[in-house]
């Protein structure tokens, strides 16, 4: 599985971070890792899933990827806060 850390606009609440965990977790072959306000880490299935699958999906949700990175390079999502 690949990690991916997203950073997301329009999440300004709680509703927003369970909007958010509940569309990727519609997603078949993506797990959930953390959803916080403005941010995600997801594990996926590469070749079943993809990175812009998800970003679209975010999108179609109403919460547009902003930014995707490998979670391995990402710093915040191993500290669980923003850099």
Do not use: H
Not at 27 to 48: K, L, N, S
């Amino acid at each position: 599985m690949q990690k991916l850390a997203l950073e997301i606009e329009g999440m300004g609440c709680s509703g927003c971070v369970a909007n958010v965990r509940r569309a990727l977790a519609e997603m078949p072959d993506v797990a959930v890792e953390d959803v916080t306000i403005g941010r995600a880490v997801v594990a996926f299935e590469e070749g079943r899933s993809s990175q812009q699958q998800i970003a679209a999906r975010l999108g179609e949700a109403g919460y547009p990827v902003r930014k995707a990175t490998p979670a391995a390079a990402a710093r915040w999502c191993n500290l669980g806060a923003p850099a």
